[in-house]
């Protein structure tokens, strides 16, 4: 379904992303993992669109996205939600919803449609779907961020640290609310954290990234026990 | 019943009665000729406030655009063209210059674009003092004719000889222009436009193609400043480089930031609340302008969303002390 082969992406002359190919096939559930400053985010920007990479391709379903603009790329089925809880906070949440579903505005039905299952999936939001969004907690913005994502009802889903700066109970929730999105609405996910051992729990296969580059690959359970990966994410 | 001080609906339907009956109350001529320049201006301010309130563009070039709509009328009806004619085709060269001007500028953000676009505000008022075959220089354009009337099954052709119709002109352009934008706000469009002030990151994130939302936002308010330029032009029958000066410019900036922001009957308050607040404090002379600056700043401070935004706020306070009184008891 995803596609990179030998990206590489410069910020302002520094090379950020080295050489990075991966591939991601429909259904899957991916982790991206990696300390601060290893290039998850800037990797993700770059498989959104926001970034351009300098040398390389992107694909996804075939279609090489790697010089579309982002709204274009959106409206292939490829969503980013970007890294910490980005809302319009001075919107409704309904607002913040429906904005989610911008690429398929001029079809109401559709969006009406994604709008119930997204509250079916959040019943909070339901309940609050007046309240302005930046007067959320942590973990109903995240929430809320997430489930905007969903809203024009993605075939695949960059999730950026969604549990970044969240209380462990509430960490422990998103996981569950992430896996049944995998699960329940065959949403491919590619899933981008520091929290290794969430991350490993609820995934299938996982990328490690250092310094920009992919390190190590494979199976969850098998990053799981192996050791670099124990003494530079678990720390046990 | 009455669970809000203010009945909003009520509110416009006095509002909208008291100025269908202005004619027949205002006390002068001169007074009347302020009120029609402030509707004007409204209208004018109206489009500011698309450009700046809602889409969050600090756009510093409005007067220019007001001043091509006027002097594109003034030319126009100068060459022997209907002002029905030249006021939409004014307005169109307004907005077709906006989207040359747009597409070059709206790639800078915040500080910058205010930049740039003052920029062009202020060659826009040179070019206009100094074009001597096209726009009569400093001098400018006088003497343009009353509109051609409209001739009227039953009763007869309209005229536009006094200031009366001249009046009806202006408001009735304003209603258009807000009803437009009423229209355009509430849309899928009008929360793009709001997503893109909110968080441009995440517009584009979500799909929403960021520029060409600015670039239509800005065309649209330049649109609209173009219709109050010309219909300036046409109500005073002149026109001079001060119409299109960044002087004036600022006047529509103070009027949608202290009438209030991102909202529909803001700067249409303050494009008339201000005229008055400055004539009440003429015995100041420049020493008013003291004042204003403290003013500005107080209400950027406290009430961010101007005066309607904080009559707003206020009036939502009230209403949920009297609900939760009701449930109290």
Known sequence: MLKLRNVHTDIGGMQIIHNVSMEISQGEFVALLGSNGAGKTTLFRTIAGVLKPNSGTIEFNGVEIHRMPVHKIVGLGLVLCPQGRQLFPQLSVEKNLLMGAYPMRKDKMRMQKNLDRVYSLFPILKERSNQQAGTF???????????????SDPQMLLLD????????????????TISEINKELDTTIFLSEQNANMALNITDRGYVLENGACVLSGESSQLQDDESVRKAYIGA | MFTKPIHTKLLYIVIFVA?????????????????ITSVIFGIAASGMNLILGYTGQATLAHGAFFGIGAYGVAIMTEAGISFWL??????????????????????????YFAIVTLCFG????????NWIELTGGHNGIYGLGDPTPIPFPFFGPIEFTTQTSMYFLSLAALLVVLFALYRLVYSVFGLSLMAVRNNEPLADAVGINTFATKVISFVAGNFIAGIAGGIYAIMMASVSPSATSYLLTFNFLIFVILG???????????AFAIPVLMEFLQFLQDYRHLIFGALLIAVIIYFPQGFVGGLRRLNQKIAARRKQKTSES
């Not at chain 1, 907690?137 to 809203?151: C, D, F, K, V």
């Not at chain 2, 100025?19 to 009120?35: E, G, N, R, S, T």
């Not at chain 2, 202020?122 to 003092?129: L, N, Q, T």
Request: glycine residues 10%; neutral net charge.
């Open chain 2, 19 to 35: 100025a269908l009956l202005l004619p027949w109350y205002v006390p002068d001529a001169y007074i009347f000729q302020v009120v």
């Open chain 2, 122 to 129: 202020v060659i826009a008022w040179i070019v206009a003092g």
């Open chain 1, 137 to 151: 907690s942590g973990g109903e913005q995240q929430m809320l961020a997430i489930a905007r994502a969903l809203m």
């Open chain 1, 161 to 176: 640290e969604p549990s970044l700066g969240l209380a462990p109970l509430i960490v422990k929730q998103m996981a569950d």
């Open chain 2, 260 to 270: 209030g922001m991102a909202t529909l009957p803001g700067p249409v308050f303050g």
């Open chain 2, 86 to 111: 030249a006021l939409p085709a004014a307005a169109l060269i307004s907005a077709a210059v906006g989207l040359v001007v747009g597409v070059l500028t709206l790639r800078t953000k915040g500080a």
